[in-house]
């Protein structure tokens, strides 16, 4: 029998669960002690040695429980676990992560993140690449082609405030009303955010925020980090500025409409060419993984 545990992702910024096909559960309540042993497992596997994703790809075993992942980020594949166990696991290597690694091995591992929901998305001709980490720019893939990656979470100053705000109060027992009213108080824009009550639990998100202000935003932002690599460019067969719109804890890009918008904004930059735009987006957090492309 197989089953579906579908991604989810937590306003507070908790580590999102990919969506895995797996096989079937274990009948038996599983120990705190289990999960804790196979988070344990799943942190000696990891390292950033691997120059595949399949040579990256492991599988662990502990009192019943499956988990295959990418020994790079701590993605998973698939597994047989139930969701509140999933949920659980993640949270235990999340919480190790932050609290034992440095500033530089938290931004490898979200780039190698971002790297591999790229990789994984539908059509995408690198797969089989082999991976070195670089510096400029983040990754450079080798297999036909010799391709730069330059990873960038594409988010706004706006959505720098709301994450902040979700941080500073979700979890915090307080109604979407009072965050509204404590988030007032400390951010001054914080009051063109929509504030309401979903399922019994606060949401915050931008919707009264200018759509065209948030988009041109973006398209600056991404034109900025070409400008930065600009200088890399040739040395590659092609060279893609890939932007995670799916990081974030709102929906920064949520239509085929921002998407374009934001290409259009780059493609009315005359500076800007022999680069790639790549953008990893959903529709909302249910739907499955989009990559939109622009090369200029």
Same mark, same amino acid.
């Given at each position: 029998?197989?089953?579906?545990?579908? &991604?989810?992702?937590? +306003?507070?910024?908790?580590?999102?669960?990919?969506?895995?096909?797996?096989?079937?559960?274990?009948?038996?309540?599983?120990?705190?002690?289990?999960?804790?042993?196979?988070?344990?497992?799943?942190?000696?596997?990891?390292?950033?040695?691997?120059?595949?994703?399949?040579?990256?790809?492991?599988?662990?075993?502990?009192? %019943?429980?499956?988990?295959?992942? *990418?020994? @790079?980020?701590?993605?998973?594949?698939?597994? $047989?676990?139930?969701?509140?166990?999933?949920?659980?696991? $993640?949270?235990?290597?999340? *919480?190790?992560?932050? !609290? $034992?690694?440095?500033?530089?091995?938290?931004?490898?591992?979200?780039?190698?993140?971002?790297?591999?929901? @790229?990789?994984?998305?539908?059509?995408?001709?690198?797969?089989?690449?082999?991976?070195?980490?670089?510096?400029?720019?983040?990754?450079?893939?080798? %297999?036909?082609?010799?391709?730069?990656?330059?990873?960038?979470?594409?988010?706004?100053?706006?959505?720098?405030?709301? +994450?902040?705000?979700?941080?500073?109060?979700?979890?915090?027992?307080?109604?979407?009303?009072?965050?509204?009213?404590?988030?007032? &108080? /400390?951010?001054?824009?914080?009051? /063109?955010?929509?504030?309401?009550?979903?399922? %019994?639990?606060?949401?915050?998100?931008? =919707?009264? +925020?200018?759509?065209?202000?948030?988009?041109?935003?973006?398209?600056?932002?991404?034109?900025?980090?070409?400008?930065?690599?600009? $200088?890399?460019?040739?040395? @590659?067969?092609?060279? +893609?500025?890939?932007?995670?719109?799916?990081?974030?804890?709102?929906?920064?890009?949520?239509?085929?409409? *921002?998407?374009?918008?934001? @290409?259009?904004?780059?493609?009315?930059?005359?500076?800007?060419? /022999?680069?790639?735009?790549?953008?990893?987006?959903?529709?909302?957090?249910?739907? =499955?993984?989009?990559?939109?492309?622009? !090369?200029?």
């Amino acid at each position: 029998m197989l089953l579906v545990a579908k &991604r989810i992702r937590l +306003i507070d910024g908790a580590k999102e669960l990919v969506q895995l096909k797996v096989r079937k559960r274990p009948t038996s309540e599983t120990k705190p002690e289990s999960v804790q042993k196979l988070a344990e497992k799943i942190l000696e596997e990891q390292s950033f040695r691997y120059k595949t994703l399949a040579e990256a790809k492991k599988t662990v075993c502990i009192d %019943g429980m499956v988990f295959c992942f *990418d020994a @790079f980020s701590l993605c998973g594949y698939s597994s $047989n676990l139930t969701k509140a166990t999933l949920h659980t696991l $993640n949270s235990i290597l999340q *919480d190790y992560c932050e !609290k $034992n690694y440095d500033k530089e091995r938290k931004k490898q591992r979200k780039e190698r993140d971002s790297l591999f929901r @790229f990789l994984l998305s539908d059509n995408c001709p690198y797969r089989n690449y082999t991976i070195t980490k670089s510096v400029r720019p983040d990754f450079i893939l080798e %297999g036909e082609k010799r391709i730069g990656i330059e990873v960038t979470e594409l988010t706004s100053s706006v959505d720098q405030i709301l +994450i902040r705000i979700s941080k500073d109060y979700y979890g915090q027992g307080m109604s979407a009303e009072e965050i509204k009213e404590a988030a007032t &108080r /400390n951010y001054k824009c914080a009051k /063109n955010y929509e504030y309401k009550e979903v399922c %019994g639990s606060p949401s915050i998100c931008t =919707g009264l +925020i200018d759509l065209n202000e948030k988009r041109k935003d973006y398209s600056d932002r991404l034109y900025r980090k070409y400008c930065k690599y600009s $200088n890399e460019i040739e040395k @590659f067969n092609d060279f +893609i500025i890939l932007a995670d719109a799916e990081s974030s804890s709102d929906l920064a890009v949520s239509s085929q409409e *921002d998407v374009e918008a934001i @290409f259009e904004n780059l493609r009315k930059n005359a500076e800007v060419k /022999n680069a790639t735009f790549a953008i990893m987006w959903q529709e909302n957090f249910k739907t =499955g993984r989009k990559v939109s492309y622009c !090369k200029l």
